[in-house]
């Protein structure tokens, strides 16, 4: 019964908040209120075919329940293709629920490193987050579409309010965040690609993007010379630092008293989920080593924070230059 208790718990984090689990299982099962409650229980034993349904339903590997130690790590993956943008709004809806969920727990945290800026903080700035798809769906897309015409196929208002969602979580669960001092370089890299191959309409849609993401490295700053986030009057711990050696991975490790998981980014905007015990516990261990070696760069470190920050501005400051100047379209 052990790994029928594991199955509820892992989908008690991926059932949306808004209903009731009991509800969807029983639905999901064809099974009355009162069969369900002896299965979430532990008083009735699943069939095995309910316990395939459920796990192929909530994306649940069967390794992840028994904690197989056979060498292989279980990961959750979801396919994107925006030839159906339905399946990065299911994406985003299923991240938004995750969070959600990690927001009712206690002694919850996200340690994070960030080869790339972690999306979290893109999240207030839409435009940012679809060009970050954009660049994402140029790369994998055989077919050429410029900026704005990616865009219009979207539905802004359904993934905005997602983004909000997520942001909202994020602002309220302390944080600790390892950054290089390349991390704001993919971000500026593909800009400045898309801007020279004429990707964009107009030179306002580009130099939106670059006054957003000033406004997104300000933001960030502030948040590290308080050492917390604020939004919406809440405040939640955040310390950042500063690694002196490019991490070469992107993960983002979601703590509770609970449960763990390890996200580790891939292809720009996807990522792989896994709940493996060992792999986590070695992904934290890595990532306090990388602590251990780097400054700190929140609170009374004003200097090492200005000279920093001031540098990215300055980058992002030399392509806003070359945009006004450069007629480049």
């Not at 056979?70 to 159906?84: C, E, H, Q, V, W």
């Amino acid at each position: 019964m052990e790994i029928q208790k594991e199955l509820f718990n892992q989908i008690k984090l991926k059932v949306d908040p808004n209903l009731r689990m009991a509800d969807v299982i029983g639905e999901l099962l064809e099974i009355g209120s009162d069969s369900t409650y002896r299965r979430i229980r532990g008083t009735k034993e699943l069939s095995i075919s309910e316990m395939a349904k459920l796990c192929n339903h909530f994306n649940i590997s069967i390794d992840s329940l028994c904690n197989i130690n056979n060498g292989n790590i279980p990961f959750n993956y979801s396919t994107l293709d925006f030839a159906d943008t339905k399946a990065y709004e299911n994406y985003m809806y299923n991240i938004s629920i995750l969070y959600n969920n990690l927001l009712k727990s206690n002694n919850k945290e996200f340690i994070i490193t960030a080869q790339d800026i972690p999306i979290f903080h893109f999240m207030p700035y839409p435009e940012l987050v679809f060009f970050k798809l954009y660049a994402w769906n140029q790369s994998y897309s055989e077919k050429r579409i410029c900026f704005h015409d990616f865009v219009a196929q979207l539905d802004r208002e359904k993934l905005t309010e997602y983004y909000n969602n997520i942001f909202n979580v994020y602002t309220q669960v302390p944080s600790i965040e390892v950054w290089s001092l390349h991390t704001i370089l993919p971000l500026i890299n593909l800009l400045s690609y898309y801007i020279d191959i004429s990707c964009f309409k107009d030179k306002d849609t580009p130099l939106l993007l670059c006054y957003q993401f000033i406004q997104l490295i300000e933001n960030i700053e502030k948040w590290a010379s308080d050492c917390c986030k604020i939004h919406k009057g809440i405040k939640s711990d955040f310390s950042l630092y500063l690694s002196p050696i490019d991490m070469q991975n992107d993960f983002i490790i979601t703590k509770s008293e609970s449960t763990k998981t390890t996200s580790l980014k891939l292809f720009t905007i996807n990522a792989i989920f896994s709940k493996d015990e060992n792999f986590n516990n070695e992904t934290e261990k890595w990532i306090k080593q990388i602590i251990s070696k780097s400054s700190m760069l929140s609170g009374a470190s004003e200097r090492e924070r200005f000279k920093f920050f001031q540098t990215i501005k300055n980058r992002i400051n030399n392509l806003i230059e070359t945009i006004d100047n450069d007629n480049f379209l």
